[in-house]
């Protein structure tokens, strides 16, 4: 599904069906110089099985127009505009990685938009290592391989993709070569910069959240500091399970997800 | 400046797509000889067949031994995914047919593989899709054959028989220009000699029946997804970028994106064309894969010694091998296969094609079959072989001479391989 929001396509996977309107609205937000189809294994099914599921193309992302927005707190407020462009809402959003990030300022900042949070892959702060961070600014290939790296558990590096015949590894490094020059350089940035402040202070929906054992881009401590900060939150722990986890482990995600939105 | 925790080629040869079985703990990996999987309920039944849910239905679309092997190969050739078939034939054919339709056009190198050669110049015109074949060392023919119904281009990292290296990150960029993908078959150099996804291929096939099974065993082909190009830039493909009736309106690309391709392969190709990799062959394929390793490096070495004695040799006229510094393109090779240019060469006997048969008739060691990639070494005079469907034309276009031997290296002893083509050579020349 196309639609409109600031003069700019935005590009939505709605799993294949057309999005039915009575149905509870689930808006699915990608992390850094990712595109919706982190949500692959997710959305299809969630679509079928009693939501309205849209993941999203963050603008300049995937096939959506537009440049990538400088921060956090932009790339909020345009969610929040979004979910009024769609139509829809309040909604429910799950977010991973910079988009666990969005969700939490979309629930701050515009809590009229949001029913709930899930947040896979989240923390209140996300400093990117500086190595990481100059191969981005230089669009080098580096970039994408360091997220791949550090994105995955030690299973995700050998095997156990549910899905007959895809691997992981390359399937995230792909991902990430496709993006346009400059956007994993912007989204890095952007998660570098955030500061939550009083953040999880301002947020009055539920949210659950979700950590890998084996996460090393939002390590299981990290996510703990968020997590102190929050009032009515669900923590979900997945052993052996990386920060790529919706593609890691595909159907704990799912059955989590229907378990949360539900 | 950190490096990328990946585990390495070697590692990934051995583990690549396997956890030990979970219900055994079975090390090695298990042949699931089966064609159908017990669904849990009802409804996970229905989310497999709708691709709500990945899973095994039925072998013909996928199976739990088939997979690692996918997996393994994906791994090795740094590809998002891939797709196993029954043989080499049947994985050009899927990855064809999957993104092409009645209408469209291919531009191929005239140095390829016969059988791949007949299908693009005879069989696929009867479905509507025609191919122009070029010189594959000549950018302005690629350039120029293309046309506004061509929707790949096609050409061997090593080419057939005159072991032409693909420049491929030439011919990438001149697909690329035209919002098109190259597809390469890298049966002759394997992912241990080169990465053609890295240089900017966008498809890789294999005849697996070759090096990477390594044993001459087992018939079985893989197409591999790089991942990396757009099927939704422009409206070439439609296949992946509008929706499909086969599974509820699905789109590929906007579902599934850089992994489009493998998805509809296995979900359209596999399930109607049905050309599925049976479970014990690839069991049979990934024990050679385990270790292409070490094979590569000693089928190069071999080919290295075998190399330096046919230019010594009398009876020899010429002989074509990258490595060869008189090698049209031995500098290329050079930049594009550090490792080695691999085992496949061909030479010219003295005394033309009854020298060619009598050359054949008396190696001893080597075999006599249409075949290559095998641990043993293997003699062909594709002039009465391979190629011999060819016209007397398109023998010439294709660099068949008459006097051309091919000869594929295998793991013996050098030595002995060696004397063996001596032995050979010898009674050739005594008509
Ligand atoms: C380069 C190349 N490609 C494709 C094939 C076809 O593979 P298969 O015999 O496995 O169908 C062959 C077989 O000889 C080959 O040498």
Same mark, same amino acid.
């Given at each position: 599904?196309?639609?409109e929001?600031?003069?700019?396509?935005?590009?939505?996977? /709605?799993?294949?069906?057309?999005v039915?309107?009575?149905?509870?609205?689930v808006?699915?937000?990608h992390?850094?110089?990712m595109?919706?189809?982190?949500?692959?294994?997710? /959305?299809?099914y969630?679509?079928? %099985?009693?939501?309205?599921?849209?993941a999203?193309?963050?603008?300049?992302?995937?096939?959506?127009?537009?440049?990538?927005?400088?921060s956090?707190?932009?790339?909020?407020?345009?969610?929040?505009?979004?979910?009024?462009?769609?139509g829809?809402?309040?909604? %429910?959003?799950?977010? %991973?990685?910079?988009?666990?990030?969005?969700?939490?300022?979309?629930?701050?900042?515009h809590?009229?938009?949001?029913?709930?949070?899930?947040l896979?892959?989240?923390?209140?702060?996300?400093?990117? %290592?500086?190595?990481?961070?100059?191969?981005?600014e230089r669009?080098?290939?580096?970039?994408?391989?360091?997220?791949?790296?550090w994105?995955?558990?030690?299973?995700?590096?050998?095997?156990?993709?549910p /899905?007959?015949?895809?691997?992981?590894?390359?399937?995230c490094?792909?991902?990430?070569?496709?993006?346009?020059?400059g956007?994993?350089?912007?989204?890095?940035?952007?998660?570098?910069?955030?500061?939550?402040?009083?953040?999880?202070?301002?947020?009055?929906?539920?949210? /659950?959240?979700?950590v890998?054992?084996e996460?090393?881009?939002?390590?299981?401590?990290?996510?703990?500091q968020?997590?102190?900060?929050?009032s009515?939150?669900?923590?979900?722990?997945?052993?052996?399970?990386?920060?790529?986890m919706?593609?890691?482990?595909?159907?704990?995600?799912r059955?989590l997800?229907?378990?949360?939105?539900? | 400046?950190?490096?990328?925790?990946y585990?390495?080629?070697?590692?990934l040869?051995l583990?690549?797509?396997?956890?030990?079985?979970?219900?055994?703990?079975?090390?090695?990996?298990?042949?699931?000889q089966?064609t159908s999987?017990?669904?849990?309920?009802?409804?996970?039944?229905?989310?497999?067949?709708?691709l709500?849910?990945?899973?095994?239905?039925?072998?013909?679309?996928?199976?739990?031994?088939?997979?690692?092997?996918?997996?393994?190969?994906?791994?090795?050739?740094?590809?998002?995914?891939?797709?196993?078939?029954?043989?080499?034939?049947?994985a050009?054919?899927?990855?064809?047919a999957?993104?092409?339709?009645?209408?469209?056009?291919?531009?191929?190198?005239r140095?390829?593989?016969g059988?791949?050669?007949n299908?693009?110049?005879?069989?696929?015109p009867?479905?509507?899709?025609t191919?122009?074949?070029?010189?594959?060392?000549?950018?302005?023919?690629?350039?120029?054959?293309?046309?506004?119904?061509?929707r790949?281009?096609?050409?061997?990292?090593?080419?057939?028989?005159?072991?032409?290296?693909?420049?491929i990150?030439?011919?990438a960029q001149?697909?690329?220009?035209?919002?098109?993908?190259?597809?390469?078959?890298?049966?002759?150099t394997?992912?241990?000699?080169?990465k053609?996804i890295?240089?900017?291929?966008?498809?890789?096939?294999h005849?697996?029946t070759?090096?990477?099974?390594?044993?001459?065993?087992?018939?079985?082909?893989?197409?591999?997804?790089?991942?990396r190009?757009?099927?939704?830039?422009?409206?070439?493909?439609?296949t992946?970028s509008?929706?499909?009736?086969?599974?509820?309106?699905?789109?590929?690309?906007?579902?599934?994106?850089?992994?489009?391709?493998s998805?509809?392969?296995?979900?359209?190709?596999?399930r109607?064309?049905?050309?599925?990799m049976?479970?014990?062959?690839?069991?049979?394929?990934?024990?050679?894969?385990?270790?292409?390793p070490?094979?590569?490096?000693?089928?190069?070495e071999n080919?290295?010694?075998?190399?330096?004695?046919l230019?010594?040799?009398?009876a020899?006229?010429?002989?074509?091998?990258?490595?060869v510094?008189?090698?049209?393109?031995h500098?290329?090779?050079?930049?594009?296969?550090?490792?080695?240019?691999?085992?496949?060469l061909?030479?010219g006997?003295?005394?033309g094609?009854?020298?060619?048969?009598?050359?054949?008739?008396?190696?001893?060691?080597a075999?006599?079959?249409?075949?290559?990639?095998?641990?043993?070494?293997?003699?062909?005079?594709?002039?009465?072989?391979?190629?011999?469907?060819?016209?007397?034309?398109?023998?010439?276009?294709a660099g068949?001479?008459?006097?051309?031997?091919?000869?594929?290296?295998?793991?013996?002893?050098?030595?002995?391989?060696?004397?063996?083509?001596?032995?050979?050579?010898?009674?050739?020349q005594?008509?």
């Amino acid at each position: 599904m196309n639609i409109e929001c600031r003069g700019e396509t935005v590009n939505i996977a /709605t799993g294949g069906v057309e999005v039915d309107r009575d149905l509870p609205p689930v808006v699915l937000l990608h992390g850094a110089g990712m595109d919706r189809t982190v949500w692959s294994q997710q /959305t299809r099914y969630l679509a079928h %099985h009693g939501f309205a599921a849209m993941a999203v193309d963050l603008p300049g992302h995937g096939e959506s127009g537009g440049e990538p927005l400088p921060s956090i707190a932009e790339m909020a407020d345009w969610v929040a505009e979004a979910i009024t462009e769609i139509g829809l809402g309040p909604a %429910h959003l799950v977010g %991973h990685s910079m988009g666990s990030l969005i969700s939490l300022e979309v629930a701050a900042r515009h809590p009229e938009a949001v029913e709930r949070i899930v947040l896979l892959g989240a923390a209140a702060a996300m400093p990117v %290592h500086p190595d990481l961070l100059g191969a981005a600014e230089r669009n080098e290939v580096l970039a994408p391989q360091l997220i791949t790296s550090w994105g995955h558990g030690t299973r995700a590096h050998i095997a156990g993709n549910p /899905t007959p015949g895809l691997w992981m590894r390359s399937g995230c490094q792909a991902l990430l070569e496709r993006a346009n020059d400059g956007v994993i350089f912007n989204d890095l940035a952007a998660c570098n910069a955030y500061e939550a402040g009083d953040v999880a202070a301002r947020i009055a929906c539920p949210i /659950t959240v979700v950590v890998g054992s084996e996460d090393k881009m939002t390590p299981p401590r990290a996510t703990s500091q968020l997590v102190a900060g929050l009032s009515d939150v669900d923590l979900k722990h997945l052993d052996g399970v990386g920060h790529m986890m919706m593609i890691e482990v595909p159907d704990r995600i799912r059955e989590l997800l229907l378990d949360a939105l539900h | 400046m950190v490096d990328p925790e990946y585990l390495k080629f070697d590692t990934l040869s051995l583990h690549a797509g396997q956890e030990p079985d979970p219900t055994t703990g079975s090390r090695a990996v298990p042949i699931y000889q089966t064609t159908s999987y017990s669904f849990v309920d009802t409804e996970q039944a229905a989310g497999l067949f709708n691709l709500e849910q990945p899973g095994h239905i039925y072998s013909r679309i996928s199976n739990p031994t088939v997979a690692v092997l996918e997996e393994r190969i994906a791994a090795l050739e740094g590809g998002v995914g891939a797709v196993c078939t029954a043989s080499g034939m049947a994985a050009f054919h899927l990855a064809a047919a999957t993104i092409m339709s009645a209408g469209n056009h291919v531009v191929a190198s005239r140095n390829i593989y016969g059988g791949t050669h007949n299908m693009l110049n005879l069989t696929m015109p009867r479905f509507g899709i025609t191919t122009t074949f070029v010189d594959p060392r000549d950018p302005e023919a690629w350039r120029s054959a293309i046309t506004p119904e061509t929707r790949l281009l096609f050409a061997e990292t090593l080419g057939n028989p005159g072991i032409e290296v693909l420049d491929i990150p030439l011919i990438a960029q001149i697909a690329h220009e035209n919002g098109l993908p190259l597809m390469v078959d890298a049966t002759f150099t394997t992912p241990y000699l080169m990465k053609p996804i890295d240089l900017g291929a966008d498809i890789v096939m294999h005849s697996v029946t070759k090096f990477l099974g390594g044993h001459g065993i087992a018939l079985g082909g893989v197409v591999v997804d790089g991942g990396r190009f757009d099927w939704a830039a422009n409206d070439k493909f439609p296949t992946l970028s509008q929706p499909y009736d086969g599974y509820h309106g699905i789109s590929f690309a906007d579902e599934y994106g850089h992994q489009a391709l493998s998805m509809r392969a296995r979900a359209e190709g596999l399930r109607d064309f049905g050309a599925a990799m049976s479970p014990t062959n690839a069991f049979h394929l990934l024990q050679g894969v385990e270790t292409l390793p070490l094979r590569m490096k000693r089928h190069v070495e071999n080919t290295t010694s075998v190399v330096e004695f046919l230019e010594e040799a009398d009876a020899v006229t010429w002989v074509s091998h990258p490595s060869v510094a008189t090698h049209p393109d031995h500098e290329l090779a050079k930049q594009l296969l550090p490792k080695g240019a691999g085992a496949i060469l061909s030479f010219g006997i003295a005394g033309g094609r009854e020298a060619g048969c009598r050359f054949i008739e008396n190696v001893q060691l080597a075999s006599h079959l249409a075949n290559v990639g095998d641990a043993k070494t293997l003699v062909l005079h594709p002039a009465s072989t391979t190629h011999q469907q060819l016209s007397a034309e398109d023998l010439v276009a294709a660099g068949v001479g008459e006097d051309l031997i091919r000869l594929s290296v295998g793991l013996e002893d050098p030595e002995d391989i060696i004397s063996d083509l001596s032995r050979a050579l010898r009674a050739s020349q005594k008509g």
